[in-house]
């Protein structure tokens, strides 16, 4: 691994996920679960893991949010509280 | 106790983030009300539990880029014509690296099940908040 690109990537990770549980909106949620998954990639392309990289690029970061923004055309956008 | 300190804690910090992660996906899953939010935190664990994995197969030796290469043979492979894969080369372990790419398609193949069972709740209960799905199911 990069230890300085590891340390500041996993520190955004971290503030990243927090941010994506508490926003209230859905849609922005799940942006910034879109955002979570693109970080992790390059985590994982710099601790040598590319494929593992390039898999999570494409569906964590593009398929999954493509199914979670198509589910929430089909429910509420706002969260309760 | 110092030199445990930063053996033990500051040494290994992937594995304490990882479990800083895997918590704030399983407080999502537990206390958050909304449906959407709680299969937010299960990716949120998912990928927490795979950076725990995947820090498991790397290796750190020293310097920029931790002196290990990519699991990837260059040039001819061993029982090919008369070459040989380079002397003196680390690699990362591959192992790891291939069980969560299969977890990774396996969980989002799990949250488009989760996304279908959400948009069914929808169109049975008219939200996807946990307390009022259970409220009209009591009330009925």
């Known amino acids: 691994m990069i230890v300085p690109l590891d340390l500041i990537a996993l520190f955004f990770l971290v503030v990243i996920a927090i941010a994506a549980i508490t926003v209230r909106d859905l849609l922005a949620a799940i942006v910034l679960l879109s955002a979570y998954s693109f970080v992790i990639a390059t985590v994982w392309v710099e601790m040598h893991a590319v494929d593992v990289g390039f898999t999570e690029a494409a569906v964590g970061a593009g398929a999954t949010t493509a199914f979670m923004i198509a589910t929430l055309a089909r429910t509420k956008r706002e969260e309760k509280r | ?140």
């Open chain 2, 1 to 140: 106790m110092i030199e445990w300190v930063v053996e033990e804690v500051f040494a290994k910090y992937n594995y304490w983030i990882s479990i800083v992660l895997m918590l704030t996906g399983f407080y999502a899953m537990i206390a958050k009300g909304n449906l959407m939010k709680k299969i937010i935190g299960l990716n949120i664990f998912q990928t927490a539990i795979i950076l725990f994995f995947i820090s498991l197969g790397d290796v750190y030796i020293g310097g920029w880029g931790g002196g290990v290469t990519e699991p990837i043979v260059k040039g001819v492979l061993p029982w090919g014509s008369g070459h040989v894969v380079e002397e003196g080369v680390v690699y990362a372990n591959p192992l790891p690296h291939v069980l969560m790419l299969t977890a990774i398609v396996v969980g989002a193949a799990t949250t488009a099940v989760a996304l279908a069972l959400v948009i069914r709740i929808y169109q049975e209960y008219g939200t996807i908040e946990e307390d009022e799905v259970i409220e009209k199911e009591q009330g009925v």
